[in-house]
């Protein structure tokens, strides 16, 4: 009989081994990065340009563009796109960010070769129809109209204006007014300039072979190329002198609370000591803010901390969304938590817990191809070292007590975490 009295055996996890990826490089010099993962016959094909708003001449343009290129074709409409991919049981993805924008496709492999010449017109001849542009820009207006009403929402809007400001790709949020007056024009001009035969990189993940590869090669890898390259644009962080910002909403029952501060990008030195660290505060269900502010105070239902990394910065965050009243003691038990972690060491039993959940977290991130994939892009597209991945683990492991104190009193100062509330104290 099972006794449930007593805990199962485990056994720490130290180290995982992930696939290597195949890197081909086809006819016009793409390259193409497979993650061969036989489990199932399906495939994501993901195609990735250096063409996020870091190059945007017109806010918002970048954004724009790549969403239009499923709006039409000169020989189909965007009905008609949308009904081709569902017809072989596909999915289309068209991503943009700060510092990159994608296309992606998932479908079963046989049916690659019925989605790849469509595919390639996406990224070759897409028409920026009128009509299609006016809807999705009034979509878009009322999302954000909406959104704006929203504490959590414009808090996080501010926190990242108040860390790069307002212009920069990492702190600039769209803005009713720009999409507003965003014209047919600025969008075509950013396609052509930015993602129109320009070159990018093919992450391919799932059930593939090397025909599969060929099959690719006959199709994007015939994509002429440009030669010139995007001009080198240089964004310099503009942060606010002040620290502390209140958003008062005199109708408002709660409060947003984000607190935090830039910090670097996953390749520095002191990178997993302080993910290590993030993780014992606010990164997990067990951390310490959760257990303070949630279930001890009940001030919230959630409380978060986390490092978000683009390829040129990164950022601490904490978050939480507090009843008013409480405001203000929501963040003095912030406050007091971190100078716990500057001054007390972390007991080794504790530290082991959350490096065995976050080994347990990383392995159970990598049961698909699509997710395993999704971790290598980071690696590619950032530069970061080839073993980045399978010594994850052990970076994490070697990480001490002591670290952990000296990255708190060196990143975590009271002095450089910068305050928004929205809502009212």
């Not at 199962?8 to 890197?23: H, W």
Request: glycine share 6%; with cysteine; hydrophobic share 35%.
């Amino acid at each position: 009989m099972l006794d449930r009295t007593q805990t199962p055996a485990f056994q720490a996890i130290q180290e995982v081994q992930l696939p290597t990826p195949d890197t081909h490089t086809l006819t016009n010099g793409i390259p193409l990065h497979l993650i061969r993962v036989d489990h199932q016959p399906v495939l994501r094909i993901e195609c990735i340009f250096d063409a996020g708003s870091w190059h945007e001449q017109t806010p918002s343009s970048g954004f724009f563009a790549v969403k239009m290129l499923a709006e039409g074709l000169p020989n189909r409409t965007s009905a008609q796109i949308s009904e081709y991919f569902d017809g072989f049981g596909a999915f289309l993805e068209l991503n943009s960010g700060p510092d990159r924008s994608s296309v992606v496709v998932y479908c079963l492999t046989k049916f690659l070769p019925n989605i790849l010449p469509v595919l390639r017109q996406l990224l070759t001849e897409p028409t920026f129809p009128d009509k299609e542009l006016t809807d999705l820009r009034n979509i878009t207006l009322q999302n954000l109209r909406v959104n704006y009403e929203k504490n959590a929402y414009l808090a996080g809007v501010l926190f990242r204006q108040k860390l790069f400001g307002a212009n920069h790709p990492y702190g600039r949020s769209q803005q009713p007014e720009q999409i507003a007056s965003l014209t047919q024009s600025d969008v075509v001009s950013f396609y052509e300039r930015v993602l129109q035969n320009r070159p990018f990189q093919i992450l391919l993940a799932g059930q593939a072979t090397e025909q599969d590869v060929a099959l690719i090669d006959r199709e994007l890898g015939q994509i002429p190329l440009r030669t010139d390259d995007l001009p080198v644009i240089v964004h310099n962080p503009d942060p606010a002198n002040d620290l502390l910002t209140l958003t008062e909403k005199p109708d408002s029952t709660q409060s947003s609370i984000r607190m935090g501060r830039r910090l670097f990008t996953r390749a520095h030195p002191d990178f997993f000591k302080m993910v290590v660290t993030n993780e014992i505060l606010g990164g997990y269900f067990g951390s310490r803010l959760m257990k303070n502010i949630r279930e001890e105070k009940g001030f919230t239902y959630g409380i978060s901390s986390n490092i978000p990394s683009f390829r040129r910065d990164g950022y601490f965050l904490i978050g939480t969304d507090v009843n008013r009243e409480n405001t203000q003691q929501t963040l003095d038990e912030i406050r007091k938590e971190i100078r716990t972690l500057q001054t007390e060491p972390v007991p080794e039993h504790e530290l082991e817990t959350v490096k065995n959940f976050m080994a347990g977290e990383f392995v159970g991130s990598l049961n698909t191809p699509f997710e395993i994939a999704d971790r290598y892009k980071v690696v590619l597209l950032d530069n970061l070292p080839a073993d980045f991945l399978n010594t994850y683990i052990q970076h994490l492991r070697a990480v001490s007590s002591a670290d952990i104190l000296a990255m708190a009193n060196r990143y975590l100062a009271d002095g450089d975490l910068n305050e928004i509330v929205v809502g009212g104290k």
